[in-house]
């Protein structure tokens, strides 16, 4: 267990029990963090919601640049790395949601996150993932290479894929030490329909089923479910349940 997870496990319980009527959960909440959903996140900006006079004086200081792109959060997210065990007890939370999160992961790291998300559901309880869709980029490269119409098909692949980005991170050496460390940022394993339902399945997850955007057994899920995460071909939406 990581040595952590202790001050992981006490911070999350100070949450759940100051806010009991949370108990769906938006796992790499990012920015886009709705009150009513139990929010989490392990960046930087996410942990700076929670120390916004350091934040201040660490961009007075120019370590952290003060036009970071992410540092308006609604609300201060539980910090959490999704590569440790969840911090919930188990059958605690009715829903889990994660959009754009999965493929942050190794594949390693994702398929245990989904056997903690099992563990954490209530039975009955559902878990809802939007990925990019890799199936769909590959059809998009391959259209355009046999249109003829594109030259940049492969450039545009691999920033879809997103697994480096096009040039080192800029900034100064805390900056680029924090990116090199964390990674939060690159892509690490890409998912088609196929493969994340078999995943879900693996996982023990039941009734694994495609869904489209706002269609969920998940009350509210409107409130955290962006269009644009989904719709246009920005990705695809699963949807498990936890029978037992
Ligand atoms: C592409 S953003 C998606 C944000 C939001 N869910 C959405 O759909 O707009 C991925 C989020 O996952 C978080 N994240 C990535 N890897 C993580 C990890 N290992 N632990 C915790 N959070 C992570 C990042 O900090 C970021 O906020």
């Known amino acids: ?21 949370l108990d769906r959960v938006n796992l790499g909440c990012g920015p886009f963090a709705p009150p009513g959903w139990l929010n ?23 370590v952290i640049n003060a036009s970071n792109q992410g540092a308006d959060w609604q609300v201060s997210p539980l910090v959490h790395y999704l590569s440790k065990p ?35 559901l209530k039975p009955g309880g559902v878990l809802r993932l939007v990925v990019p869709d890799l199936h769909a980029l590959v059809v998009e490269y391959l259209n355009s290479k046999n249109n003829g119409s594109s030259k940049s098909a492969a450039d545009n692949l691999n920033e879809k894929l997103a697994f480096r980005p096009p040039a080192p991170r800029a900034g ?52 955290v479910e962006q269009p644009h995460r989904i719709l246009d071909g920005a990705g695809i939406c699963l949807e498990g349940k936890k029978i037992a």
């Open 40 to 62: 989490v996140d392990g960046s930087w900006n996410g942990w700076f919601t929670h120390h916004k006079h350091l934040r201040r004086a660490l961009e007075l200081v120019g």
């Open 86 to 120: 969840l911090p919930f007890p188990d059958n605690s939370v009715s829903a889990i949601y994660a959009s754009h999160v999965l493929e942050h992961l190794y594949r390693n790291q994702a398929m245990a996150l989904l056997s903690e998300c099992k563990r954490v």
């Open 172 to 223: 100064n050496g805390f900056v680029r030490f924090y990116h090199l460390w964390m990674d939060f940022h690159s892509h690490k394993w890409m998912y088609d329909s196929e493969s994340l339902s078999s995943y879900l399945e693996g996982a023990g997850f039941h009734q694994v089923a495609q869904m489209e955007l706002h269609k969920s057994a998940i009350p509210g899920i409107e409130e």
């Open 1 to 21: 267990m990581h040595p952590q997870s202790d001050t992981y496990k006490m911070s999350a319980e100070k949450v759940v029990s100051s806010n009991p009527n």
